[in-house]
Structures are given as structure tokens and as C-alpha cells.
């Protein structure tokens, strides 16, 4: 009899995930990415696979020096989904979309600013542009793991964006949370030059989000820097 196949529920998680945020509007057909980790590694979307034929069986397992098991090759990006969970241990799930604002300012090599409170869900009182490198080197997985040092959210110039978390469900709350204000800014370009929240009252709305949304007693969803 063959074997069970090892995180199946997480890898079913994974593939609910990827289909969600095409459904969102956050990603656009086969291109984007998604990794869980799990012990000694992770597990990752496969490469140039359609999400609505993906099995449980397709999610690719790999180990922190970059070996992967099974049948199907991983995501092209697989390096920098391997350096984030690294070099982060606070972080479980990676989503990488090509999020049509996000990736519009991303190649303009626009961050995100402090326009809008929001901001601060990404853990600080900026989402930043991670220079440009080609996809799948090194180079990008350095650019990106500097990027995210000490957020949850990054832009990629020329490329798209990068939201971590906990679980797959807040990494996937804040992407489309950095979608959506990403959006606003683009807008508020064309009118003008946004005003932009100085850093005392950025460092007073991330104090506020330490405690926003949670209820007492209970295990909160909400998004917290
Ligand atoms: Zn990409």
C-alpha cells in the first residue's frame, strides 16, 4: 500500500489559498507563488501549474538547502521563499503575487509611503521597493529578505509583491491589504501629491494595532502589524 502522503491538509490549505487570491484579483493566472513551512523546510507551489488542477500531491516539499521531493519541480522563486522563512522565524506562510497596483508602482520603484494609516498592518510606517533582480536568482532573494526586515510586505520593482505571516490566511488578509493601498496611493497620484503621516503618528498607530481587533477571550483574525 503507498504511503500516506505527509501534510495533506496543509498542502490542500495551500492550493484553497492560491485559488483564492486569483479569485481576489490579486494574481493573475499561473504567476505568482505560494510556501507553508513545515519541520526542516517547507512546502511550495509547483512551477507553471494551472491552481485549478493542482492536487495535494503537486505541492512540492523542500528542505532549507534547497532539495525538493516528489514529482513536480518547485516554484521558480522557491529561493526566496526558503531565505524569508530563514531569516524569519516569525514567519509561517509566504504569499508572492503580481498584483495589478502593487506591481504598477513596483515598476515605477515606488514603495509605499505613509499616505494612509493602513500602512502600518506591514509593520512599519512604510512598504518598501526591493530593488530589481531577475526572478528566481539570489540576487532578488537578498533584495527581498532586506526589504522585509522588520515588515510583512514588501514590493519587487518590475515584478510584484511579497506578504508574510503567521498563517496563510493573514499573509493572504495582507496582501490584500497592500493591493488595496497600493490602489488608493496609484489614485491619489494622479490628483496630486498625497500627505504623507509623519513618523510620530505612524509609531502611535502601530502601538494602536498591538491591540486592534482583538476581542477578549478569543484568538483574533484581524490584521495586526
Ligand atoms: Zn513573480
Not at 530563514?86 to 506562510?93: K, L, M, N, Q, T
Not at 536568482?137 to 518590475?158: I, M, P, W, Y
Not at 499573509?171 to 497600493?182: D, R
Amino acid at each position: 500500500m503507498a504511503r500516506p502522503l505527509a501534510h495533506r491538509a496543509l498542502r490542500a490549505e495551500i492550493i484553497a489559498t492560491a485559488r483564492r487570491m486569483n479569485a481576489l484579483g490579486i494574481n493573475q493566472g499561473k504567476s505568482g507563488n505560494i510556501s507553508h513551512r513545515i519541520a526542516g523546510g517547507f512546502l511550495v507551489t509547483p512551477t507553471g501549474m494551472d491552481y485549478d488542477l493542482l492536487e495535494p500531491g503537486d505541492i512540492v516539499p523542500m528542505d532549507f538547502a534547497g532539495k525538493h521531493q516528489g514529482a513536480r519541480l518547485p516554484s521558480s522563486e522557491w529561493r526566496f521563499h526558503r531565505d524569508i522563512l530563514r531569516a524569519r522565524p516569525d514567519v509561517s506562510a509566504i504569499i508572492h503575487t503580481h498584483a495589478m497596483f502593487a506591481t504598477t508602482l513596483a515598476c515605477l520603484g515606488r514603495g509605499i509611503p505613509s499616505f494612509h494609516y493602513m500602512v502600518a498592518v506591514a509593520g512599519g510606517d512604510d512598504i518598501r521597493c526591493a530593488p530589481y533582480a531577475t526572478f528566481g536568482t539570489e540576487e532578488l532573494s537578498d533584495h527581498a529578505v532586506q526589504a522585509l526586515d522588520g515588515r510583512k510586505a514588501c514590493l519587487l520593482a518590475n515584478h510584484g509583491m511579497i506578504a508574510v505571516g503567521a498563517t496563510l490566511e493573514a499573509a493572504l488578509a495582507l496582501a490584500v491589504e497592500v493591493e488595496t493601498l497600493a490602489a488608493m496611493y496609484w489614485r491619489a497620484l494622479q490628483v496630486g501629491q498625497p500627505v504623507l503621516l509623519d513618523r510620530a503618528e505612524m509609531a502611535r498607530v502601530l502601538e494602536k494595532f498591538k491591540t486592534y481587533g482583538q476581542q477578549p477571550g478569543r484568538q483574533s483574525h484581524r490584521l495586526r502589524p
